[in-house]
């Protein structure tokens, strides 16, 4: 990843974390080479630190972040939609998910399935797919309604 030189650093409030941590549907924002704001809608997940995006290597949200590491994601309470959390920052790393562990998890988180080839994806995608994680580190949140 590219050097990024915003050291701000902020993490998500205790009482919206659960909108991060799932399972709630969120929108990744990522940018295009041409400059456009790309939406993809995305499972993620929250390990204390960053907010971790699941994807395949070489689909767009992994190109664009490789040229552009700014990112934002919004998760929407499905129960309240003025409940909601934005989280801006960047990725600052992409790290391959071995043996699909982070997949799996989120397939179970969302799906409520053991695997994710197999159970959610055609198991014959599973050896032609390079799934890795994008880490993203938020340097601004905004939650809503404000604490």
Not at 24 to 53: F, H, I, K, M, R
């Amino acid at each position: 990843m590219s050097e990024h030189n915003d050291k701000r650093e902020e993490s998500i409030p205790q009482s919206h974390l659960d909108l991060i941590a799932g399972p709630v549907y969120a929108v990744l924002t990522t940018v295009a080479d041409d400059g456009q704001p790309e939406n993809t809608v995305v499972w993620c997940s929250w390990d204390g630190e960053y907010v971790l995006v699941n994807t395949v290597e070489g689909r767009r949200k992994h190109d664009n972040v490789r040229g552009n590491p700014l990112v934002a994601i919004t998760a929407i309470d499905p129960t309240d939609p003025y409940r909601w959390v934005d989280v801006r920052g960047y990725v600052e790393s992409v790290v391959p998910d071995e043996g699909n562990a982070n997949i799996n998890y989120h397939a179970k988180l969302y799906a409520g399935v053991e695997a994710y080839y197999g159970d959610f994806a055609p198991l014959d995608r599973e050896g032609s797919e390079n799934r890795i994680i994008l880490k993203i580190k938020p340097t601004n949140v905004v939650a809503y309604p404000h604490n």
